[in-house]
C-alpha cells in the first residue's frame, strides 16, 4: 500500500514564505511526475506545480516565479515565497507511482490527505 504524506503548512503573513514537504512510502517499485495542486475554499482543485524523474518543471502561472518545486527520491517539496493572501488553500501532494502489490506492478495516480496553507493579508 502507498501513502503520500504532507506537511508544512500553516499560517504565514502576506509576503512569507512556507516550505511543503511530501513523503511517499510504500510497496513502491517506480515513481514518475509528483507535483503539488491546491483547492481554495469554492474552488476546484487546480494544478501549482510539477516535477517529472528526470526533474522537469512545470508552473501555473499564478505561481511562476515565487514557487519552487523540487524531489529527492520519494520526496517532493514546494518552496512558496512572496505569498499572497489568494494562495490561501489545502495543497495537496500528487504522484504517479508504479506500486507492487503480490507479484504485480501496477502505476496510478496517488494523493495524500492535503496540508492547509493560510496566508493573511
Known amino acids: 500500500q502507498v501513502q503520500l504524506v504532507e506537511s508544512g503548512g500553516g499560517l504565514v503573513q502576506a509576503g512569507g514564505s512556507l516550505r511543503l514537504s511530501c513523503a511517499a512510502s510504500?510497496?513502491?517499485?517506480?515513481?514518475?511526475?509528483m507535483g503539488w495542486y491546491r483547492q481554495a475554499p469554492g474552488k476546484q482543485r487546480e494544478l501549482v506545480a510539477t516535477?517529472?524523474?528526470?526533474?522537469s518543471t512545470n508552473y501555473s502561472d499564478s505561481v511562476k516565479g515565487r514557487f519552487t518545486i523540487s524531489r529527492d527520491n520519494a520526496k517532493v517539496y514546494l518552496q512558496m515565497n512572496s505569498l499572497k493572501p489568494e494562495d490561501t488553500a489545502v495543497y495537496y501532494c500528487?504522484?504517479?507511482?508504479?506500486?507492487?502489490?503480490?507479484?504485480?506492478?501496477?502505476?496510478?495516480?496517488?494523493w495524500g490527505k492535503g496540508t492547509l496553507v493560510t496566508v493573511s493579508s
Open positions: 516535477i517529472t524523474g528526470r526533474g
Open positions: 510504500g510497496s513502491i517499485f517506480s515513481i514518475n511526475a
Open positions: 500528487n504522484a504517479d507511482i508504479w506500486a507492487v502489490t503480490g507479484t504485480e506492478v501496477g502505476g496510478m495516480d496517488y
